[in-house]
C-alpha cells in the first residue's frame, strides 16, 4: 500500500468526522502492518503473549489457509449492491488496509474505540479492546457472481470458478448460499473474529452487504502436524489425513493455483468451497457404536481406520473380516473419501462445528460447517462430493443446507491490497 | 425412503458379523490389541509364505505381512472349510501390510499367501489354543424370533405385490382419481418393510427413490414417479410404463425376502431405522413430496417398528421387562398421537398439521427412539 492510498483510505473517514467538526485523530495507516508494536492500540499493549499469537497477514499466498486451524470462525458471504467498479476497488483496498491492522491486533483504525472524542460513534467498535490478537487470520474470496457484468470482471472469471453442481440429496437454502464476497475470519477468541468480520462489514455499507454468514467454533479439522486431531459432533475424530501445512510438495499440488493453471491473476491463491451441513445428531446418538464406526470406517476412541491400530495408520481398503467382507465397508465415509478411492485427489480441509441453537421441533441446528481449499473445483471437490452424495452412508445423517464457491486470490505484500490481482 | 438405505445397509450386514461372535459370548474389544506374543510376521514370496509362529492364543492376532515377491499378493486366515477369518488384498511387492484378525475359537486354521492373487495359495497349518468352546446355536427364543419376523415380512412382501397390481393397473387405465386414493393405501406395506428392502441395494432405489435424490442419470422410477405423476404433472406418455416396470421390480423384491436370513440384531436395528425415518424425513414432510402422504407412511413406519419389537417381544421380555413396559407405552403415546390424524380410512394431508402438531410427533418419537435405541444391546447379550 502507498501512502497516498492509505490517508486517502483513512481520510475519508478523518473528514466524515470533521463534517462533525471533530478532531480528527489522522495516524495514517501507512505501514501499519510494521506498526504493530507500537503500543497505541491496547491489544497488543503490555501484553507478551499478544505479541506472539499473531499470524503474518503478508506472503505468497492469504493467510487462513495452511495457517494452522485457529479455535474459532465467523465466516461471511457479502453480495456487492453498488455497480460501480471503483467503490468496490477502493473497498477492498480500505479492507485490505483494516484487515492488516486486525490482525496485527490493532483496532480496525486508530484510536477506534475511544480515542475519537464523544460526539461521533467510535470508529472501532470495541468489543475486542484488551483482547490480544488471538491468532486472528482474514481471508477473503471472490464468488462466481461477482464475474458478471456489472464490473467488467466477466472476462477474469477462472473456468475452476465453477458454478457448483446440485449434488444428490441436497437441500440447499438460498439464504445460506452463494455471494459475490467471502471473508472468512478464523481467531482463538471467537469475539475477535466476529469484530473483525463486524468491522468490515461496516466498512462495506453501501458498497456490501451481508448475505448470510455462519459461526464456527471447534475447529473440525487440523491443518498442522502441531494441532490434536479435533472431533467433530459426531464424536468422530475428522482431519486426520487432512493435508498439512509441512507437506509443501501436496499444498503445491492439490491446494494452490499456479499461472499455468490460469488465469495468471491467481497464481498462489486456491478455490474455496463452503458447505453448511447439517447433522441429525439425535438419530446419531441412536446409533450403536459398531454402526457409527462402520459408516465411519474408523474406530470412535483412537481414531485408527477400522482394522488398524493407532489414529496416523494408513487406511487399509482391503482388508477384510470373516467371511472375506471388507473390514472398511464399501459405503463407509473415509473409503469414498480416500485419495486411494479417488484418483489421488485430495483436499484441505478447514471447518468447524456449529450450533444454531434448536430447529423448532426439539431438536439442535447443529452440524458441520464445512470449508475446503482446492486447486481446481472441478477435479478435486466435486469429484469427491459426487461419491460421497451418493454412496456414503453418512448421508442418511447429514444434509448439506448451504453451499457456496469463491476464488481466493493470492497473498498481499506491504504494498499490495486485494483489490490488485482482480483489478490489474 | 431410499435417502436412508446405505447406513441401515451397513449397519446390518455389521450385525451380522456382530451375531456370529455374540453367539459364542466372545465379542472383545474391536480396537484390538495385538496377540500375547506380539505381531506374526509374515513373509511372503512368489514361492514361499513363511509365518513366524504356527500357534497362538486365541484373541486378536495381528499378522505382519512383507511381500519379498514380484507379484502383487494377498493373505488369508482360513477356518475348517476354507471360511475366511480374514484377509487383506492387494499387497504390491515390496510393501509391509497388517491383518488383524479376532479368532475366538480354539481350533486348527491355516494361512495362505496368493502370489498374483489367484488359486488357493500358498497354505500353511495354524493351530489356536485357549479361547471358548463353541456354543450350539443361539437361543431359539431369537431363532424363534427371527421366524415370526420372517411371517411378518411374508404376508406384508405379499399384500404389497398384490397391493402394486392394482395400483399400477389404475395408473395404465388412466383412472387418476382412484390411482390417487390406492397411492398411499400400497406404499404402507412397503414402508413397513422397508428395512428389509433396503437390503437390495438395486431395488430400493428402483421402488422407492426421491426425486430430490436422484443422482446424475440416474432415471427417475418407482412409486415417487408415479406420485408426481398423480399429483403433479399428469399422467405421463411412459407412466404405463413405470408402473410396469414397478410391479416386475416389487415381484422381484418379494422373491428375494424369501431368501433372506435375518438375525435378531437385524429386527432390532430395522426397529430402530423404521423410527429414524420418521424422525428425518417424515416429521419434515419431504418424503411424500407432491400427495403430501407423509402420515401414512408415518404410520407404516410405526406398525414395521412395533412389528419388530412384537417379535423380539420373548426375548426382551426374559433380559430387560422394564425396557418392554417403556417401549409399550411410548408406542402407545405415538399411536395417539397418530390416530388424532385419521380422516376416513387414511390420514389428514401433511400440510394440514400445525407446526405445533410437528413437533409433538417429533418428541413422541424422540421418546419412543431412545429406548428402541436400546434393543439391539438387549439382544446381543
Known amino acids: 500500500m502507498t501512502s497516498a492510498e492509505g490517508s486517502r483510505a483513512e481520510g475519508t473517514r478523518v473528514s466524515r468526522r470533521k463534517l462533525f467538526g471533530l478532531a480528527g485523530a489522522g495516524v495514517a495507516l501507512a505501514g501499519a502492518g510494521a506498526a504493530a508494536g507500537i503500543g497505541i492500540d491496547k491489544a497488543t499493549s503490555g501484553n507478551a503473549e499478544a505479541s506472539t499469537n499473531t499470524v503474518d497477514f503478508h506472503g505468497e499466498h492469504q493467510a487462513g489457509i495452511v495457517t494452522p486451524a485457529q479455535a474459532n470462525l465467523h465466516f461471511a458471504a457479502l453480495d456487492v449492491t453498488t455497480k460501480d467498479r471503483e467503490k468496490l476497488r477502493q473497498l477492498l483496498k480500505t479492507w485490505t488496509d483494516a484487515a492488516r491492522r486486525m490482525t496485527a491486533g490493532q483496532e480496525v483504525v486508530a484510536n477506534g474505540a475511544v480515542g475519537n472524542g464523544a460526539y461521533a460513534p467510535p470508529g472501532d467498535t470495541g468489543e475486542a479492546l484488551d483482547l490480544p490478537p488471538s491468532n486472528l487470520t482474514l481471508t477473503i474470496g471472490f464468488g462466481p457472481s461477482l464475474f458478471d457484468g456489472r464490473f467488467g470482471l466477466a472476462g477474469k472469471r477462472p473456468p475452476q470458478l465453477i458454478d457448483l453442481p446440485l449434488f444428490p440429496k441436497d437441500k440447499l437454502d438460498p439464504a445460506r448460499s452463494g455471494g459475490d464476497l467471502c471473508i472468512q475470519a478464523c481467531a482463538d477468541d471467537p469475539q475477535v473474529a466476529v469484530h473483525a468480520v463486524r468491522n468490515l462489514v461496516r466498512l462495506g455499507f453501501g458498497v456490501t452487504e451481508v448475505r448470510w454468514s455462519q459461526l464456527g467454533f471447534g475447529r473440525s479439522s487440523s491443518t498442522s502436524r502441531e494441532q490434536q486431531t479435533p472431533r467433530n459432533l459426531f464424536g468422530f475424530k475428522d482431519g486426520t489425513n487432512n493435508i498439512k501445512a509441512e507437506e509443501p510438495d501436496v499444498l503445491g499440488d492439490q491446494v494452490w493455483a499456479t499461472a499455468a493453471d490460469g488465469p495468471a491473476w491467481m497464481a498462489g491463491g486456491s478455490y474455496l468451497v463452503a458447505r453448511r451441513i447439517r447433522m441429525h445428531i439425535e438419530t446419531w446418538d441412536r446409533e450403536t457404536l459398531d454402526g457409527q464406526e462402520k459408516i465411519i470406517g474408523r474406530t470412535k476412541g483412537s481414531g485408527a481406520p477400522l482394522g488398524q491400530t493407532a489414529e496416523f495408520d494408513e487406511l487399509d481398503l482391503d482388508v477384510g473380516g470373516a467371511g472375506g467382507e471388507k473390514v472398511i465397508p464399501e459405503d463407509a465415509h473415509v473409503r469414498l473419501a480416500s485419495h486411494q478411492a479417488l484418483n489421488g485427489v485430495r483436499i484441505l480441509r478447514r471447518g468447524y462445528n456449529f450450533v444454531d441453537g434448536s430447529d423448532g421441533v426439539g431438536h439442535l441446528e447443529a452440524g458441520l460447517f464445512f470449508l475446503a481449499f482446492n486447486r481446481d473445483t472441478r477435479k478435486q471437490y466435486v469429484p469427491m462430493q459426487q461419491a460421497l452424495s451418493s454412496k456414503d452412508a453418512m448421508m442418511e445423517y447429514v444434509q448439506h443446507t448451504g453451499s457456496a464457491h469463491f476464488a481466493v486470490p493470492p497473498g498481499v505484500t506491504r504494498e499490495s491490497s486485494w483489490a490488485d490481482a482482480l483489478f490489474s | ?381
Not at chain 2, 512368489?46 to 505382519?64: I, K, M, Q, R, W
Not at chain 2, 418379494?254 to 430395522?270: F, I, M, P, Q, R
Request: contains cysteine; charged residues 25%.
Open chain 2, 1 to 381: 425412503m431410499t435417502v436412508r438405505k446405505t447406513p441401515a445397509l451397513a449397519v446390518l450386514a455389521g450385525a451380522a458379523v456382530l451375531v456370529t461372535l455374540a453367539a459364542c459370548d466372545s465379542k472383545s474389544d474391536p480396537a484390538g490389541a495385538a496377540g500375547d506374543g506380539g505381531p506374526i510376521k509374515v513373509s511372503a514370496s512368489d514361492t514361499a509364505c513363511e509365518v513366524s509362529a504356527t500357534t497362538a492364543n486365541a484373541g486378536n492376532l495381528t499378522f505382519e505381512i512383507t511381500n519379498k515377491g514380484a507379484k502383487v499378493t494377498e493373505f488369508y486366515l482360513y477356518a475348517e472349510g476354507d471360511r475366511i477369518m480374514g484377509e487383506v488384498e492387494n499387497i504390491a511387492p515390496g510393501l509391509n501390510r497388517r491383518l488383524i484378525v479376532e479368532v475366538a475359537d480354539a481350533g486348527k486354521y491355516q494361512t495362505a499367501c496368493k502370489p498374483g492373487m489367484s488359486g488357493t495359495g500358498i497354505r500353511g497349518d495354524f493351530t489356536v489354543t485357549g479361547g471358548v468352546a463353541k456354543q450350539n446355536d443361539s437361543n431359539a427364543q431369537k431363532a424363534q424370533a427371527t421366524k415370526s419376523y420372517a411371517d411378518y415380512i411374508a404376508n406384508n412382501t405379499s399384500a404389497l405385490q398384490d397391493e402394486t397390481g392394482k395400483f399400477a393397473d389404475l395408473v395404465k387405465a388412466g383412472k387418476v382419481d382412484e390411482a390417487k386414493a390406492a397411492y398411499a393405501r400400497t406404499r404402507v406395506y412397503y414402508e413397513r418393510i422397508e428395512p428389509v428392502a433396503e437390503k437390495f441395494g438395486d431395488l430400493d432405489p428402483a421402488i422407492d427413490v426421491r426425486e430430490a435424490d436422484l443422482e446424475p442419470n440416474q432415471q427417475f422410477t418407482g412409486f415417487h414417479r408415479l406420485e408426481k405423476d398423480l399429483f403433479k404433472t399428469g399422467l405421463q406418455a411412459d407412466s404405463g410404463q413405470i408402473a410396469d416396470k414397478l410391479v416386475t421390480d416389487v415381484k422381484d423384491l418379494v422373491a428375494k425376502t424369501k431368501t433372506l436370513e435375518l438375525s435378531a440384531l437385524d429386527l432390532a436395528n430395522g426397529a430402530k431405522g423404521l423410527l429414524d425415518e420418521v424422525a428425518t424425513g417424515k416429521i419434515t414432510g419431504e418424503e411424500e413430496a407432491f400427495s403430501h402422504t407423509d402420515v401414512w407412511d408415518f404410520q407404516a413406519n410405526v406398525d414395521g417398528s412395533k412389528g419388530a419389537i412384537t417379535a423380539l417381544r420373548p426375548v426382551l421380555q426374559a433380559k430387560d421387562p422394564a425396557l418392554v413396559s417403556t417401549l409399550d407405552k411410548e408406542f402407545a403415546n405415538v399411536q395417539g398421537l397418530l390416530d388424532k390424524q385419521r380422516a376416513g380410512d387414511g390420514f389428514k394431508s401433511y400440510t394440514e398439521l400445525s407446526q405445533d402438531q410437528v413437533k409433538e410427533f417429533a418428541s413422541a418419537v424422540d421418546a419412543l427412539s431412545e429406548p428402541l435405541s436400546k434393543v439391539a444391546e438387549v439382544v446381543s447379550k
